[in-house]
């Protein structure tokens, strides 16, 4: 089992940066694929971007491509997403998950996967 833990989030100007941190409890950490979720008020959830157990393959979803950057440190147990350039539309709670081949389809792949595990989410307000 997995427990994930969001933070970093924050108020930030539009052209600002934010970095946001999912940390991870867990012994097989290091085995999971990793996704960034956001939610934006009366919005569905959307991927934003994944990346494999093994940091070999990330993608990101076209509207943050060129703006943010995703990362881990398995000894660290801990997924980062590095967000640049931000604007209003990046509004939203944002949530880490464990990810298996029916998310991002498939673009990141893990050496386990058992279920998907949920942080309970980090709110980013990008305003003047």
């Known amino acids: 089992q997995v427990q994930l833990e969001e933070s970093g989030g924050g108020l930030v100007q539009p052209g600002g940066s934010l970095r946001l941190s999912c940390r991870a409890s867990?012994?097989?950490?290091?085995?999971?694929?990793i996704g960034w979720f956001r939610q934006a008020p009366g919005k569905e959830r959307e991927g934003v971007s994944c990346?494999?157990?093994?940091?070999?393959?990330?993608y990101y979803v076209d509207s943050v491509k060129g703006r943010f950057t995703i990362s881990r440190d398995n000894r660290k147990s801990t997924v980062y997403l590095q967000m640049n350039s931000l604007k209003p539309e990046d509004t939203a709670v944002y949530y880490c998950?464990?990810?298996?081949?029916?998310?991002?389809?498939?673009?990141?792949?893990?050496?386990?996967?058992?279920?998907?595990?949920w942080g309970k989410g980090t709110l980013v307000t990008v305003s003047s």
């Open positions: 998950a464990t990810v298996g081949l029916s998310a991002f389809g498939g673009r990141c792949a893990a050496y386990y996967y058992d279920r998907t595990y």
């Open positions: 990346i494999s157990s093994s940091s070999g393959s990330t």
């Open positions: 867990g012994s097989t950490f290091d085995y999971y694929a």
